[in-house]
């Protein structure tokens, strides 16, 4: 019996030992599972990373910093556990999406194509463009090379996109540039009115979230001759007509006209296109030098054909080496054509032959000539006298030999009276010859003029040369309620006044503008007018209330001392209480501070 219970004892003990060294075995080789993983991955610098190790199983565990290095851990792990059944349950934190560019657009449109190029954000956003652009311009070919990898749309994109097809629609030519917050547009508009309504509009469409870059031009003319025409009398120099073929050979013109006294504005010397081979500004410059060293006559350069008329008193022999002066100095691409202007007789005109030049302006009236005796000058000088006063009588007159023309007198008070009713009105006389020119605002009258002329002076040979100055006859027409403050406040948006920083001390500079704001309460009728004085948020409300009301008190005496009735003039400040744009912007807090015009009941 004792035998048995040895027996089962020992198998006891043997059992215990296996099931030990079992344990001990599998510990074992997950602790060599466990170490194998962990140098792989102190290998790589993963810190991250968990093990679970339950036999043959690997559990991996912990988040990593990206998806490629999760997916580096994870597959070191494995192949440094190639027998183990290896189970992943890491994860990753997300790589986050790389930044979209910005809106980016470029445009370009001839007389053929439209052509759009750079991103967007989206396909619906491209196709909006791309049908409305169609639409506005459905006679042009249309490449669209747009993409839609951009960042989200601006803002203010609805206005963006208007003001992209309006330039489409608008321009014959365009190239723009769209970034999130700024449209830049170059353009050619048919002309100058179409330019200034397209301006109009797209600085409307802007508004204060837009920056817009304009630089909006129009084709030059074709000047159809290409002329460049000029006249001399008594008063000096005149240019009737100028024309240039590019930008630099009018500044070169202008600065010839300079040099002669002739101070032209910018646009007087017009750019146009149709102008002949050669140096046209050195045949100008000649023509021009001829007929400044003559006494009197006409200069009128047609393309290639330069024609110089020399008038009484010039004679033939300062005629003949003004000509051959001419025709050395003139290009060789131009021809001269010259004359000496004769008398009914077919003779040129003698340095003694009768001679009467009258002129008038800014209230003077100015005689140059040849008078046949003293008392013949004398009661010339006094009706001229008669129609002014003898103090604003120039008398150049000289007493020479030679007989008058049949009816000169009666002539020389008729024009007389005729170039007083003129803007810088100007007549000259000769044996047979009269020549009247200035401006009118009425083509009427003018035309009445003439007719008079001819029928006082049937023995004359009467030419007139009168301009209808109607833009300075509307400018001096009379405004009505309405139309008085609609050009008050025109003028005010022209040019606003400005006061000295922090003041209600108008800037010199801005008198001018005082000057044309008193000029047009001349032409208005009696109509009582506030000056509102408006300011921006800038500052506290009562500072911005009083500072407004010292600028339109400012404004008021202002014009008071430029006469305008007082009783006519009201001044009143509403400090920042009506704004006309955004106080949150430069431009709109610009925009705020003015100086606005309202008629009172």
Known sequence: MWRYATFFLALSVIATGVGFCGTWGAEAYQRLLSERVHQGLEVLGVNWMHLRVDGLKVELSGEAPDPDARLL???????????????????????????????????????????????????????????????????????DLTGTNAAAAPVAWEDMRALIVQSVSGLKTAYLRVSPDTVEITGIAADEAARTALQDRLIASAGDRI?????????????????FAAWKDFGGLRVETCAARDEDERVAILATLGRHGLDGHPGACPVALGGPDGPWEQAVAAGLEALDSLPAGSLDLIYQTLHLEAAPPSDQSDF????????EALPQEFRLQARLVQTASGQAVPRDAYWLSIGAQAGKIALQGRMPGMAEREALVTFAAALTSRA????????????PPSGWHHAAQELLARVA????????????????????????????MRRTLLAALPEFEISTRIEIDLP????????????????????????????????????????????????????????????GG????????????????????????????????????????????????????????????????????
């Open 211 to 227: 920056t817009l870059v304009l630089d909006l031009s129009v084709p030059p003319d074709v000047a159809i001759p290409f002329r």
């Open 534 to 601: 408006h300011t921006d948020s800038k500052g506290s409300e009562s500072l911005n209330l009083r500072l407004s009301q010292a600028r339109a008190d400012a404004v008021l005496a202002a014009l008071a001392g430029q006469s305008v009735p007082l009783d006519r003039l009201s001044a009143r400040g509403y400090g920042e209480a009506e704004p006309i744009a955004s106080n949150q912007t430069e431009a709109g807090r610009a925009r705020n501070r003015r100086i606005e015009f309202r008629a009172l009941e």
């Open 320 to 327: 003949d080496r003004t000509a051959a002066e001419l025709a």
């Open 392 to 403: 604003a009588v120039e008398d150049a007159l000289v007493v020479a030999e030679g007989p």
């Open 73 to 143: 851990a994870v597959r070191t792990a494995r192949a440094t556990v190639p027998n183990a059944d290896v189970t992943d349950r890491t994860t990753a934190v997300p790589r986050p999406l790389p930044p979209r560019p910005p809106i980016q657009l470029e445009l370009h449109r001839d007389a053929e194509a439209l052509t759009l190029t750079g991103q967007l954000s989206s396909a619906r956003m491209q196709d909006d463009l791309a049908e409305q652009l169609q639409t506005a311009a459905s006679d042009l070919e249309f490449q």
């Open 421 to 448: 009713e003129l803007e810088d009105g100007a007549a000259e006389m000769t044996a047979g010859r009269i020549r009247l020119q200035g401006r009118m605002d009425d083509p009427v009258e003018a035309g009445e």
């Open 472 to 531: 300075g006859a509307i400018g001096r027409m009379p405004l009505v309620d309405e139309a008085c403050i609609a050009e008050l406040n025109r003028l005010l948006r022209d040019q606003p006044l400005v006061f000295e920083t922090g003041s209600a001390v108008i800037d010199k500079a801005s008198m001018p503008i005082v000057t044309n704001l008193a000029e047009t309460f001349g032409r208005c009728d009696e109509i009582v007018v506030e000056i």
